[in-house]
């Protein structure tokens, strides 16, 4: 299979897309000529033109409510968000309107509909690096993916693009220039279904986006030392695939959970609670949580380098949960 980044990934699975369905266009701002913040959809706008890939005003409850009436007219709109970050001036549309007209209109509405934002950081300052996914997955009638390889992040997206529920797509900042091996040909990867990326015995680790390449370099640290850990990826966080996380667990008899977010009600506490409740009879020990500092994260870079999960800390918590 050949090697791709995460970036093209994601821009072959909206080109076959394009190709495969007339009815798939783009819009959000400057996803045309210069191909979006991070240059996802470059080139997209040469090949399909203006009415497909369409540039939009800087105005994101705008570009919501639009994807929106696209999409409960037929068409399969993906609107991109600059960062996940702005999502909060279109929270009317996403919250009340695309998350639940298929609910309001007895299912006879429809809302085929993708929103891809970044979420991340990288000296982007306070209000610029915040991660939002629990906010999205708290909600009922939402589908919220967050692929951490560039094979994921294509599969999903194609699923997500036939879907006729709307699904809040989001990608890491600093995946972007990942690469990965990524299949030729057509697939896709169902929705709402974790994986294992990693084998392992002594511990469970359950994580999803950039906190998955953080736990499997843990994971081969601590493999040196005679310690296996199994790496559960969760990819999509509504649906939420508890699934191989329970069977790991029963095998391991120990779960800690990486997140970037902040703790405090986030995702994290939600799969602790589902592993406490319904396997508890296998534990050996609470489960474990790790995530960013509880702060608003810094612009300066040395202090930022100090607000989330690394290598490190995730090895040592899984020695401290194993002493």
């Given at each position: 299979?050949?090697?791709?980044?995460?970036?093209?990934?994601?821009?072959?699975?909206?080109?076959?897309?394009?190709?495969?369905?007339?009815?798939?266009?783009?819009?959000?701002?400057?996803?045309?000529?210069?191909?979006?913040?991070?240059?996802?959809?470059?080139?997209?706008?040469?090949?399909?033109?203006?009415?497909?890939?369409?540039?939009?005003?800087?105005?994101?409850?705008?570009?919501?409510?639009?994807?929106?009436?696209?999409?409960?007219?037929?068409?399969?709109?993906?609107?991109?968000?600059?960062?996940?970050?702005?999502?909060?001036?279109?929270?009317?549309?996403?919250?009340?309107?695309?998350a639940k007209i298929h609910?309001?209109?007895?299912?006879?509405?429809?809302?085929?509909?993708?929103?891809?934002?970044?979420?991340?950081?990288?000296?982007?300052?306070?209000?610029?690096?915040?991660?939002?996914?629990?906010?999205?997955?708290?909600l009922p009638g939402l589908?919220?993916?967050?692929?951490?390889?560039?094979?994921?992040?294509?599969?999903?997206?194609?699923?997500?693009?036939?879907?006729?529920?709307?699904?809040?797509?989001?990608?890491?900042?600093?995946?972007?220039?990942?690469?990965?091996?990524?299949?030729?040909?057509?697939?896709?990867?169902?929705?709402?279904?974790?994986?294992?990326?990693?084998?392992?015995?002594?511990?469970?680790?359950?994580?999803?986006s950039r906190m998955l390449?953080?736990?499997?370099?843990?994971?081969?640290?601590?493999?040196?030392?005679?310690?296996?850990?199994?790496?559960?990826?969760?990819?999509?966080?509504?649906?939420?695939?508890?699934?191989?996380?329970?069977?790991?667990?029963?095998?391991?008899?120990?779960?800690?959970?990486?997140?970037?977010?902040?703790?405090?009600?986030?995702?994290?506490?939600?799969?602790?609670?589902?592993?406490?409740?319904?396997?508890?009879?296998?534990?050996?020990?609470?489960?474990?949580?790790?995530?960013?500092?509880?702060?608003?994260?810094?612009?300066?870079?040395?202090?930022?380098?100090?607000?989330?999960?690394?290598?490190?800390?995730?090895?040592?918590?899984?020695?401290?949960?194993?002493?």
């Amino acid at each position: 299979m050949p090697l791709i980044t995460y970036r093209d990934a994601i821009r072959d699975a909206l080109r076959e897309e394009m190709i495969r369905d007339d009815r798939v266009l783009i819009l959000g701002e400057e996803v045309g000529v210069w191909g979006g913040t991070y240059a996802v959809t470059r080139n997209l706008h040469e090949e399909f033109g203006g009415k497909r890939v369409i540039d939009t005003p800087i105005a994101e409850a705008a570009i919501i409510g639009a994807a929106i009436g696209a999409a409960m007219g037929g068409l399969r709109p993906v609107a991109e968000l600059m960062t996940i970050n702005f999502s909060l001036e279109a929270m009317d549309q996403i919250v009340n309107n695309a998350a639940k007209i298929h609910y309001m209109f007895g299912g006879q509405i429809k809302v085929p509909l993708v929103i891809r934002t970044p979420a991340g950081w990288g000296q982007l300052g306070a209000t610029h690096s915040q991660s939002f996914e629990a906010w999205f997955a708290h909600l009922p009638g939402l589908i919220v993916a967050m692929p951490g390889t560039p094979r994921d992040a294509k599969g999903l997206l194609k699923t997500a693009i036939r879907s006729e529920n709307p699904v809040m797509f989001i990608e890491h900042a600093r995946l972007y220039g990942l690469k990965g091996e990524v299949p030729e040909g057509e697939y896709t990867l169902p929705l709402g279904v974790s994986d294992i990326k990693r084998g392992g015995r002594d511990v469970t680790i359950v994580t999803y986006s950039r906190m998955l390449h953080v736990a499997l370099g843990a994971a081969e640290e601590l493999a040196k030392e005679g310690i296996e850990c199994e790496v559960v990826d969760l990819r999509t966080l509504r649906p939420l695939d508890m699934g191989p996380a329970y069977e790991s667990v029963k095998k391991t008899h120990r779960a800690l959970v990486v997140e970037e977010d902040w703790t405090t009600c986030g995702m994290g506490a939600e799969i602790a609670a589902r592993i406490g409740r319904d396997r508890f009879d296998h534990l050996d020990a609470p489960v474990e949580r790790l995530g960013q500092v509880e702060v608003p994260v810094p612009y300066a870079k040395n202090l930022e380098a100090l607000m989330f999960p690394d290598e490190r800390m995730v090895a040592d918590r899984v020695r401290k949960m194993l002493s």
